[in-house]
């Protein structure tokens, strides 16, 4: 029979070592004052742009981590919304988008604030309310008598990779939580040293308790960054979901083998590792931003709207490039203009280096050239 980091002597008591990650632990605090210098460099526009582009990752990551798709501009509208970016309120179809924005926002808004079980259940109706699921529990602790089981589908059986406490449980665990989230903040009696390593601690400890009935990884997230940001003493810029979701199978095994013990060393190592990924995401999306700027400083000017319009749909798919490339055919569906002029254009642009063609003829497409970057 299995037994769980909960069913163990000591729970919730966790031990880790911290041996080998001083200095990634050092990169981490390091890496944040280079990209907040970086982003000094960037007027207002563009730090809204930074924001709001790391919050649409996010959003977007923190879902397909779940296997829910939301509606990228229905997320990107919603952020803009919430920010007061938009001109006007943009009416937003996928509620789900907007619960989700609504959520992070109110994480970030508040990071400065002890944590409340009111915080959480507030968190949880935004997040949930356009659920699908029937009879879905929001904005409360779970209370069902079935076990909270974490559980995959391999070669037609069910497979339970992990228990949760049962729900008459949770009420209490969640005080533990909740009480040990804010005595570890800054300033605090049982603050903690490195601000990476209780984030690693609070995200595997909410997770290990999977207090709601649904949604739990994605709050867990938030209050991952969360401490982040009250350790640092501003809310911090990236996208821990966009980390995870480029090796989700490495999560979840990390996740599901930290759940069995209360050494943690290894979840630790790996969390840490996360952070440093997604922080040089960051850094790599500010660079883009500052690219963007100095393009626009550079050649605004010798640009007619046509190509201005064409350049920024292509700026908008950011560091992971417009797919295929630029073409004659898009550049007159983009643009709304003929095929002769849609030439002349690409010619234009080519001849002063912003575009470079790749193959010949029919078949030739072309990439924006954006200082280091080729999208």
Known sequence: MKTYIWQRPGWPQFHYSLDGLHEAIQGIALKLGKIDGKMAHLDAAAINDALVDVLIEEAIKTSEIEGEYISRPDVMSSIKNKLGLNERKVRIQDKRAQGVVDMMLAARESYREPLTDKML??????LMSSSLLPNLEIGTWRTHTEPMQIVSRAHGQWKVHYEAPPSNRVPGEMKAFIDWFNDTMPGRPHSFEFAPVRAAIAHLYFEC??????????????????ALSQGYGHPILLSLSKAIELDKKRYYHELNKASYSNEVTSWVHYFIDLIIKAQNDIESQIDFILSKAKFFDEFEQELNERQLKVIRKMMSYGTKGFEGGMTAKKFIQIAGTSKATATRDLQHLTSLGIFKPI?????????????????
Do not use: C, Q, T
Request: aromatic letters at 12%.
């Open 121 to 126: 259940f507030e968190w949880h109706l935004m």
């Open 209 to 226: 308790i999977h207090p709601f009935e649904d949604g739990n990884r994605r709050i867990g997230r938030a209050i991952a960054e969360k």
């Open 359 to 375: 193959g010949k003829g029919r078949s030739v497409r072309y990439n924006l050239i954006l200082g280091e970057f080729v999208i």
